[in-house]
């Protein structure tokens, strides 16, 4: 893992319609481009300043904004949607509150390439747990918003399923999708389950496992920082497209 930069100091804003702390590019963008945006996405009961502390590690062209999920469930602690872990296992979820915060986090991004002048052709995401649950379906969901995603830890919530777009329209999107063999939160099962479902809908997919608990690992975050830096460097691989139908 490389060695993280200290005068990276991200900064809080309030005035989009999510607050979000705000990394400004490390790395000067190409004359006549505009720097890439990476939007980080955190599990429930935490906050923006769980997964800004990867911001350092991560490409220095990208313009980084952590963001706080809209439902308050105490003090600095927020979700995305709520969530109930059975006793026999499993989950209950109010599937309404993911598809409001799926549409919060779309209309945030294209605030967020206008408020920071970043290129609207290439955002990205970058969740945990829950904040992966809301990438995955984002990205099945609006893959027009997107130019990949790293969703870690997380699952595709069968009462997203219906929601999904066609293949013709989330063919080709990148996606590296990252889960720990000893999750005792969200198990390996929902990511092998969640594998065939992006491959038939035609996504660029890496599909990687670890030997790792609930977590993001040095190993996988490595990764994932070197998969995006790949993504920068290649052309982008499908039409980016403002419109569309959307899901849901």
């Known amino acids: 893992m490389t060695q993280p930069d200290p005068d990276q100091t991200p900064t809080l804003r309030s005035d989009l319609s999510l607050a979000h702390l705000a990394r400004s590019p490390q790395s000067p963008a190409q004359a006549g481009t505009k ?5 980080l996405l955190h599990g429930v009961g935490s906050n923006e300043r769980d997964l800004v502390q990867l911001a350092p590690y991560l490409d ?33 979820i109010a599937p309404e509150q993911i598809a409001a915060s799926r549409d919060r986090i779309a209309a945030f991004l294209g605030e967020a390439a206008a408020a920071y002048g970043a290129d609207a052709e290439r955002v990205y995401l970058l969740g945990f747990s829950q904040g992966a649950i809301m990438s995955l379906t984002l990205a099945l969901t609006q893959p027009e918003r997107l130019a990949g995603a790293v969703p870690i830890a997380g699952r595709i919530p069968p009462e997203v399923e219906p929601w999904i777009a066609s293949p013709e329209r989330t063919a080709g999107l990148p996606l590296l999708l990252e889960h720990g063999r000893f999750d005792q939160v969200i198990p390996i099962s929902w990511a092998h389950r969640a594998r065939p479902i992006l491959e038939r809908q035609g996504v660029a997919l890496d599909y990687r496992e670890y030997d790792a608990p609930h977590s993001i690992t040095p190993r996988m975050l490595d990764d994932a920082a070197a998969w995006l830096t790949a993504r920068l460097d290649e052309p982008l691989p ?11």
């Open 35 to 39: 720097p890439p945006l990476l939007a």
């Open 60 to 92: 220095p062209r990208f313009q980084i904004v952590s963001l706080r999920a809209p439902l308050v469930r105490g003090p600095q602690s927020f979700a995305w949607f709520d969530v109930e872990f059975l006793p026999q296992g499993g989950f209950r």
């Open 238 to 248: 499908r039409p980016r497209a403002s419109g569309g139908k959307e899901g849901d």
